[in-house]
């Protein structure tokens, strides 16, 4: 179980994270921010890469 949305945004580093419900989302519904203040509802991530590939 990823432990942010960033580390789960950079399991697939070629890939766009798009959550647009976190609350109805079970990878991140229990998540603090989400069950709680401030309330996470949506949120999209892009891993950046450097020239070589590295996250």
């Avoid at 950079?10 to 203040?37: C, E, M, Q």
């Amino acid at each position: 179980m990823a432990s942010s949305f960033c580390v789960t945004a950079l399991l697939t580093p070629h890939d766009a994270l798009l959550i647009p419900d976190a609350s109805r989302d079970p990878r991140f519904a229990h998540f603090p921010v989400v069950a709680g203040a401030p309330h996470v509802k949506t949120y999209a991530g892009v891993p950046l890469l450097s020239d070589k590939g590295v996250r």
